[in-house]
Structures are given as C-alpha cells and as structure tokens.
C-alpha cells in the first residue's frame, strides 16, 4: 500500500525526521562531549601505564572518537543539507503559489497609494511650489508653516482651487 | 536464535531459483527455509525439487488463489524462532538474515519491516522505484520516529513466531495480508522495528495493466482494513497516519479531477507548483536509489499519479460507498529476475 500522491504527508512526515534528526544530532553531540571530556580525565598513556590492556578493552582512543565524530558530523550535515533544500524547495513553491493568488490585491493597493501621491503631487504644482514640494516629502511641512500638518495644507491648497 | 525463511509461490517459474539462491546465500544462514507450493501448474514444481536436499517444500492441495492462505498453510511448518516472509519473485540481500538477527536479539521486538527496492525494467518500474524510495526513506522512516510503522512488506517482513501464531496469523478477508497484519499488531501494541538496512529486491508490474491491476488490489485492501481495523484508537501516531494516508489521498485525488473544471488556472499554478517538489523528490529518489532512469521518467510519474487517483477513488467507490468487498487476488506477469 503505497500513499496515491506523495504530498502534504510527504511534508508533515518531512518536518517529523528534521525535528527528530535535530535532536539526535544534540544529543550525540552531548555525548561526543562526555566522552572526549572522559578521555582527558583519564589520559591514555597514564591509564595504560597503570593497568595494562584495559585501556583498549575498555576506552576508546581520543582519535577514533574524533574520527568516529567526524564521520558521524559529515553524515548529519549531508543529510540535513539535503533535507533543507527539499523543505526550500516545498516552501518556495508553496509561496509562490501564495503570493500568485494574493498579487492582484496587493497590486491593487500599490496602485492605488500611487495614483493618490500622483494627484496630490499635481494638485500641489498647480497650485504652490512649496505645497508641490510638501507632497512630494521634499521639505516638511513644519518647516514651511510652524505647527502645520500636511492635512491642514492640503485643506488650504482646496480651499484656494475652491 | 532459529531462524526461519516462509516463501510462498504460484507460478513463479522465472523467478523462483533466483529467490532460493538468495535465501540459500545469505551470511547468516537462515536454519530452515519453507517453500509453500500453492498448487504451481507451471514449471515452478520442477524447480522445487532441485533444492529438495536445501530447503523444505510443500504443496497445496488445491490453488488457493490467495497468498495469506499459502502462507497460513506454510506457517505450520515453521519452526524457528522468528520468521521471515518474503515472495517467489524477491531477492534478498545477502546480509538481510544477519541484519534482522540483530534487531530481534531485543526481546521486545515482535516484527520488523524491512526496505523494498524495485528490480529495474522499464519505466513503470522507474516509477516505482521512486514510489518506494519517497515511501520508504521519508515515510516510513518518519512512521518509525513516532512508533507506526504503517505496513510490513510482505516482501520483507520478520516476526516473532510464537507471538505471530499465537496472536495474530494470516487473515483472508482482505486483499492486502500485510497491511492487515500489521495492523493488528499495532491494535496489541507490540513493537515494529523499520529497519533500511535489511534490503531485497522485488520485481513490480511492468506492463500498464498490471500496474492498474495491482494498484487495485493494493487500494482495495487498504479500504478493506481501514473498515476491518477503523480504529477509534487512542493512539494519536496512529490517528496521524491514517488521517494523512487517506483523507489527504482522499481529497487530493478528487481535487485532481475537479479542480480543473472549477478553475483551470489555478489548477495549472497548483500543477506547477507539484512538479517543482515533484523535481526535488525525483532527485532525492534518484539519488537514495542510484538510478538515473526515476530522473528521466518522471513526466511519467505524474501520468501514473492520475491513474493512482482515480483507482484510489474507485475502490473507495467499490469499497467503501457500495460495500462491493472484492477478494480476487491478482497476480502479475513476471519475467525473469536480471540483477
């Protein structure tokens, strides 16, 4: 029994091995650091002295672990590298197919903020340079007329049309 | 440990020898392989009794034109310790006995699932193979994180005897023995090990319509135990899984068709957007199964993922709307195992 179409359970089942990967790779990593950390206290030539043969019976040399590490870091990162691009891959495209179907509104509203700045921008020419000018956020209102806003100016541009 | 290897067989004349060499080749040699004859008419009895000296055969006294009953006739004779399924048309890797030795050294352990690979052929069997490597390395593998594995394959499964014939046996009713089977080992909550480690080699349909055909006895059973085995469990991994595996295939399979009909371009965004993660796990599958061939025919994967819809919605049709329950085996076409 086979899944139809490998698709939001493919996903879910994704993010289960990323979640579950993750945590093994800290906790061998904490591992890893117990045992180098055994390794020191207990230094290999000192141990061997004293009671020979247990050392390879019982401890691991301090360069197979950090073989052993290393082997084991190299196979995490690839598997992990090849988890991300599939997971960037199913949300790149999954937001490209949101964005797709929110683009004509978002269009809209630009359009819309842009066509009010162009009014605004040839309502203020017509009348006033200096208002011109306020629109377009060359100069601030306040440094035009003190205790201003761009409201209250713009109500006067109407006014003077009117 | 006694080990036990129970291959059931119906005209398997092409592919047979290939699967006891296998069995017979392994480095942890397996103390006892059963071959069950489900009344064979082909070549396939002629065959057994090369290997009479090797392996233990026996006979059906009719075809019972089901694989569960070969297998139920078969268990009788097993007498190790735990036992290993697989069929007439798989071989095994040569250290699957080894492999699975180990993992049933925990006691705990009742069964354990194996990992399918396709026998290359054609490009159906391309398709599958990616099929199997989408299942096997991301499914499965993230079913065995939250402890559901969600089915044994027939082809690679290994179980505990005593608890098998005590507690769970083969069951006729449906068309899919391992889904059911596994099914309800979980209901007793016992523990399944996926291991990816224990590999055999299977050979899938070939041909268009052996393809439809097995998917529809694959899709038939799996409506057949989701009503057997419907589980108002109190098991939530199991309530995820079943959720996922058929709602989702559910809905998406009607989507597939309707979608079109309602919006055309949306249905062409949304159709772009699967090919492009269809893209990622072709390399993925590509890559875990070193076959370039799951690259090339992936345009023919998503052709056969219409074709997996629409069955999907037919059983479910058949199944489970009209109570149509259908237990006519199929078996495919087979031609000879090239490794």
Known sequence: MIAPLPGLSTIAHLIIIAVKKTADFASASGEKSLQRGSVKVFPAQLEEQSRPGLLQK???????????????????????????VLLFMIGSSYAVISAGVTSEQFNAKVVEKFMVRISNYYACNNSSNVLGAVCLGIKQPEEILPQRSTLNLMNDLVADRN | MKISILIPCYNEELTIEKCIFS????????????VVDDSSTDNTPEILKKFEKFVKIVRTQKNTGNKSYAQE???????????????????????FVETVEKDMQDPSVAAVAGYVRSLKCN?????????????????????????????????????????????????????????????????????????????????????????????RRWFAGGWQNLIKHFISSDKPEMALEISLIYVEGLFFSILLFVLPIINLWFSLELFLMYSV?????GIFGSFKEKRADILIFLPAYVFLRYINAWIFLEQFLKEVILKQKNLVWFKPKRVEIKL
């Open chain 1, 58 to 84: 019982n401890y691991i040399s301090e360069a197979k672990i950090k073989s052993r590490w290393h082997q084991g870091r190299t196979k995490m990162l690839s598997t992990l590298i090849i988890e991300a």
């Open chain 2, 123 to 215: 490009w159906i069997t391309a398709c599958r193979a990616l099929d199997y490597a989408i299942g096997q390395n991301i499914d499965k593998l993230a079913q065995d994180y939250i402890n559901f594995v969600f089915v044994i394959p027939g082809a690679a499964g290994v179980f505990r005897t005593d608890v098998f014939k005590e507690k769970v046996n083969f069951d006729h009713d449906t068309l899919t023995e391992d889904l059911d089977f596994t099914y309800r080992l979980h209901k007793m909550d016992k523990k399944i090990l996926y291991n990816r480690n224990a590999i055999c080699y299977t050979q899938d349909p070939s041909t268009l319509k052996s393809y439809i055909n097995q998917m």
């Open chain 2, 277 to 281: 993660v269809l893209i990622g796990l």
């Open chain 2, 73 to 95: 006739y078969g268990l009788n004779f097993i007498t190790g310790d735990i036992f290993i399924t697989t069929d007439g048309d798989t071989v095994l890797k040569s250290d």
């Open chain 2, 23 to 34: 069995c017979l080749n392994q480095t942890r040699r397996a103390d006892e392989i059963v």
